[in-house]
């Protein structure tokens, strides 16, 4: 069973930047990709960002520009870096990894406040 221990989040005023990591209990060489992914109050859960291993990304739109994902040297590791932060950006984060057997395996959330 893969675990994902998340860091980071908060509250932070819009403008703000905040910094999400992850770690994953597992095999490199099992990971398709590792992301984010948010969910807003009332809202279904949306993806973020997504990064796969050879080192491709992907972004949502409403966060091109602002957000970066990378992965650490370890490889089972993923951090967002989140920039300009808006009010809309308020959600709880989560972080997937996709195995190459395309199961999901999720963290178990961290709150992102951003206030206007």
């Known amino acids: 069973q893969v675990q994902l221990v998340e860091s980071g989040g908060g509250l932070v005023q819009a403008g703000g930047s905040l910094r999400l990591s992850c770690a994953a209990s597992a095999n490199i060489f099992n990971i398709y990709s590792m992301g984010w992914y948010r969910q807003a109050p009332g809202k279904e859960r949306e993806l973020v960002a997504t990064i796969f291993s050879p080192g491709t990304t992907n972004y949502a739109d409403s966060v091109k520009g602002r957000f970066t994902i990378s992965r650490g040297s370890a490889k089972n590791t993923v951090s967002l870096q989140m920039n300009s932060l808006k009010p809309d950006d308020t959600a709880v984060y989560y972080c997937?990894?996709?195995?190459?057997?395309?199961?999901?395996?999720w963290g178990q959330g961290t709150q992102v406040t951003v206030s206007s």
């Open positions: 997937n990894l996709k195995s190459r057997t395309y199961v999901d395996f």
